[in-house]
């Protein structure tokens, strides 16, 4: 493996995934015989339960893991952020821990920003006429989701189908560059990372992807749902509608 840049940087945001993180990386590991290419993956661990000791007991194992452990971190958006500020690969990709969206997905996409270097990123979306929907989310889940679209594209903040899929990825520079810029700690970073991307000119293509709801979320929707609609109002402000994501 090319410690200074390899091909591909795998960020997994992890809070209390003590039960599903550890089989999900040796899926991941998997993968990365099979695509022999040169992949470190960087776990970013949140909570308090046994994931971090776990990560670390594996990462002595493997030389591919580089975890990263914020027990006090507070949000998906944080650890997104630092998991890509940590990546060092050709191409960054951030997914979640129960692999909602199989590896034999992620390994088109990834296979999509190789062969098409005029793409800066790829955005996964569960709600295009191609996506490929296995297991459903529940119904209030799905009802809230779209509900979050609707608001999103009301304030002008977004033209894509699908803001919220656990699954993106970026060439280097322009991960780095967009993520550098990126404050929000919730669940609505996606939402301020497509609007730094296009205001800063990069090209971002919404794909369809398979996708299996896994259960056991940890999203509750009181509190997530309206931190998220909170943070989506500030970004309203600060974007305006001229710099809002398009698709």
């Not at 493996?1 to 899926?27: C, Y």
């Not at 990365?32 to 776990?43: A, D, F, H, N, Q």
Request: glycine share 8%; net charge positive; proline share 5%.
């Amino acid at each position: 493996m090319n410690q200074d840049r390899p091909a591909l940087s795998i960020v997994i945001p992890a809070r209390n995934e003590e039960e599903r993180l550890p089989e999900t990386l040796r899926h991941i590991r998997k993968w990365i015989g099979v695509s022999r290419r040169c992949t470190e993956v960087i776990p970013v661990v949140q909570g308090h339960d046994n994931t971090s000791e776990l990560v670390e007991a594996a990462a002595l194992q493997d030389p591919t893991l580089r975890p990263i452990i914020q027990h006090s971190g507070e949000g998906k958006g944080m650890a997104v952020r630092l998991g890509i500020s940590a990546a060092r690969g050709d191409i960054i990709l951030f997914t979640d821990a129960d692999l909602s969206v199989p590896l034999e997905c992620l390994e088109q996409l990834v296979s999509m920003m190789e062969d098409q270097p005029a793409i800066d990123g790829i955005l996964g979306s569960r709600r295009l006429p191609g996506s490929n929907i296995v297991i459903k989310q529940p119904p209030m889940r799905r009802l809230s989701g779209w509900a979050f679209n609707r608001v999103l594209k009301l304030g002008s903040l977004t033209g894509y189908a699908d803001t919220q899929c656990g699954c993106k990825l970026f060439r280097h520079d322009a991960a780095k560059e967009i993520f550098s810029k990126s404050e929000v700690d919730g669940f609505a970073f996606d939402v301020e990372i497509l609007n730094i991307a296009a205001q800063l000119g990069y090209r971002m293509e919404e794909v369809p992807v398979t996708w299996a709801d896994a259960g056991g979320s940890r999203v509750w929707l009181p509190r997530d749902g309206f931190r998220a609609l909170r943070d989506a109002w500030r970004l309203r402000k600060r974007f305006g509608t001229k710099s809002a994501a398009r698709a």
